[in-house]
């Protein structure tokens, strides 16, 4: 059949309405329709049964019909065989009785034929007229025209029935009275304008809501009641492996064995976040049962592709809004006007300017963090976090899940849902690693390939992630010594060695003893809680000068707080505070004048410890030469762990056989 050009898919704001009849029903379509012509556009079908469900599909598809119009049982055939609403012209009691009035007056011989069923109103008639007539039904075609054909050989004369049996009948040479009432396909037109009004309102909802579901990100599936697939979004087309055209109508644990919907729809529960395999994508899936009234109508599936999950979770890790640095410090706070200090801060100033991995090495107790969160501060990263860790502080697998993070899942005890590491935490600040020297060599590889590629891959994950950290790092221990020994890598110390501030120990920096005493004296008052702090007395102020704080600061702010303790706030003479003083701060009185008993050749005895875990890193040393490095070999005959080995070699001295 050919469609009309100008009724273009959704052209029309008017419903399509399509009215099929042969004969005498097209008649009655065509003098009723152009009273609804405001109401919806109208086309009259002279068509029936299967050619006439073709012409209807076809359009369908096209957007060119939305309700159809049928009587009988072509009406009938139309509704199991076609995607449209299909509106029955309704045979009411009054059609009967007026119809088979009409048929009196042409002969007494009649008889009634009607689709499906006969109607209780022909008996009425005949007990009213005194009448005795057949009343017959038929289902298809040809049991119509049988019917009408033995009836005729019967002797009846006038047959009342619909379109098909009236057209039928005066093809055998009968009278024919067309049982449908004008009233009865006005009410058939007017049903089908609403009808195909809701439809149209149902199919926008139905667009709008396909639109919206087209557009997430997330895959989702909804099933009738028998698990049969009714809507299916692109992203899970492509989870499932699937096409719309032809899931459509399938049942989605045919489509996809792997998803269950025993939960939904067998027993009405919810199944949330459930991890499936499906077409070896990992997928997180809910399930979720469609209720109305108590009654169940099927079941919503979404799925989200467990690897996009990860990522995203990583964006949000790494793409937060920074957090507060956590530093406390200024370069200001980096004391001293000496010579060696002054070139510290001028180096640090310049440092804090740019993004280069920066080595600071020194003593314990000179400030080498006072001196990293300094730079963090004068940085352009000053606004994002600094994050410290002690890498003398952890077992080997505890610092490489704090640095670098897990999944869950990714070792016995891992956090659900896995750990942010250190570097992911300092996106885009600074990372500042303290005692760089004591890294086990296992992680020192993994430090290397970060700050090359600048991604970290978690404990237990598949994809790296890309971090943005500026690496700080501090030791008091000798690299390029350890380096020679085989206890520090290579590569990263280059990697690492690129700006270098070396921290002045206390006894280098002349001049500023007083000045730093001074003011740690005046920070332990205020931190006891003493409102009207005093200044350190001369004599103790003398003494500090001549002492050669061996641990540096750390170990004159630890004195000079115990100063505080017996001194600020008490109204003590010079002779009891001194005779105090001996008592709780012996260091400043002994540490110069008095000198520890020496060995003939001038060096100070060492205790019984020191001199065991020397002789016990020498022999350690000499094993491994004599295994040819071979550690493994070396722990088979020393009886210990690689751990204890390697902890052995570090305690041995620069030089050691």
């Known amino acids: ?79 199991q065989h076609v995607d449209v609403p299909v509106i029955l012209i309704k045979v009411t009691g009054f059609d009967v009785m007026h119809a088979l009035t009409t048929a ?33 039904s038929y289902v298809t075609i040809e049991d119509a025209a049988a019917r009408v054909k033995a009836l005729k050989r019967a002797g009846l004369e006038v047959i009342v029935g619909p379109g098909l049996v009236s057209d039928l009948a005066e093809q055998q040479g009968l009278a024919g009275v067309f049982l449908y009432s ?31 579901l087209s557009h997430l990100n997330e895959g989702v599936a909804a099933v009738d009641a028998e698990g049969r697939i009714q809507s299916l979004n692109p992203p899970m087309e492509r989870l499932l492996g699937l096409r719309r055209e032809q899931a459509i109508g399938q049942p989605l644990e045919q489509a996809a064995p792997a998803i269950s919907l025993d939960g939904p729809l067998r027993h009405g529960q919810k199944e949330l976040e459930t991890i499936q395999k499906v077409r070896d994508k990992v997928l997180i899936l809910n399930r979720i049962p469609i209720l109305s009234g108590g009654e169940l109508l099927g079941a919503v599936v979404t799925a989200q592709d467990a690897q996009a999950i990860q990522r995203v979770d990583r964006n949000l ?19 001293g006007s000496s010579g060696p200090m002054q070139r510290v801060r001028e180096l640090a100033r310049l440092y804090a300017g740019v993004s280069s991995t920066v080595l600071i090495e020194g003593e314990s107790g000179t400030g080498k963090e006072v001196l990293a969160q300094g730079m ?26 704090e640095l670098f993070g897990y999944e869950e899942g990714a070792f016995t005890g891992a956090r659900k849902g896995g750990k942010t590491g250190l570097f992911e935490a300092a996106h885009n600040g600074t990372l500042f690693l303290d005692e760089i020297g004591d890294m086990p060599q296992a992680l020192q590889v993994r430090l290397l390939r970060v700050l090359q590629e600048r991604q970290v891959l978690p404990v237990g994950a598949l994809e790296p992630v890309a971090v943005n950290v500026r690496v700080v790092a501090a030791t008091h221990r000798d690299l390029q010594a350890m380096v020679r020994a085989g206890a520090f890598r290579q590569d990263l110390f280059y990697r690492l060695n690129i700006l270098r501030i070396a921290m002045p120990p206390l006894r280098e920096r002349e001049g500023d003893i007083d000045e730093l005493a001074e ?8 931190r006891l809680g003493m409102t009207r702090p005093v200044r350190l007395p001369a004599f103790v102020r003398s003494l500090c000068a001549n002492y050669a704080w061996p641990g540096n600061l750390r170990e004159m702010e630890n004195v000079l707080e115990r100063v505080a303790v017996s001194h600020a706030g008490r109204k003590i003479g010079r002779k009891e505070l001194e005779l105090e003083l001996e008592i709780t701060v012996p260091e400043l009185y002994g540490g110069t004048d008095e000198a520890a008993p020496a060995d003939p050749d001038g060096a100070a005895f060492a205790s019984l410890d020191e001199i065991a875990r020397t002789s016990q890193a020498a022999h350690a040393r000499r094993v491994l030469d004599a295994c040819h490095g071979d550690r493994a070999a070396a722990c088979r005959i020393l009886g210990i762990s690689p751990a204890t080995l390697w902890r052995k070699l570090k305690e041995a001295p620069t030089g050691a056989p």
């Not at 049903?191 to 639109?211: G, K, P, S, V």
């Not at 600094?386 to 610092?399: K, M, R, S, T, Y």
């Open 1 to 79: 059949m050919d469609l009309p050009a100008a009724l273009a898919p959704r052209a029309h704001s008017r419903p399509i309405i399509w009215t099929m009849g042969i004969s005498r029903v097209s008649r009655a379509f065509a003098e009723l329709a152009p009273g609804y012509a405001g109401q919806a556009d109208f086309r009259i079908v002279d068509e029936g049964f299967e050619t006439a469900a073709r012409s209807i599909n076809e359009a369908a598809r096209q957007g060119l019909v939305d309700a159809v119009v049928a009587g009988g049982s072509n009406g009938a055939y139309l509704r």
């Open 182 to 212: 004008s009233n009865s396909i006005r009410v058939a037109l007017e049903d089908a304008i609403e009808a195909a009004r809701l439809a149209r309102i149902e199919q926008r909802r139905r667009e709008y809501l396909n639109t919206v």
């Open 317 to 335: 890790r790494t793409g937060a809004p920074a957090r507060p640095s956590g530093t406390r410090y200024d370069l200001d706070d980096l004391l």
């Open 376 to 401: 963090h501060r004068a940085s352009p990263r000053r606004d994002f976090p600094f994050v410290a860790i002690n890498c003398a502080a952890f077992p080997e697998p505890l610092l490489e899940s």
């Open 519 to 526: 003011e740690l004296y005046a920070r332990a008052q205020r």
């Open 104 to 136: 009196k007056q042409l002969s007494s011989r009649l008889a009634l034929v009607t689709h499906a069923s006969t109607f209780p109103e022909a008996e009425a008639f005949k007990q009213a007229f005194g009448l005795d007539f057949p009343s017959h």
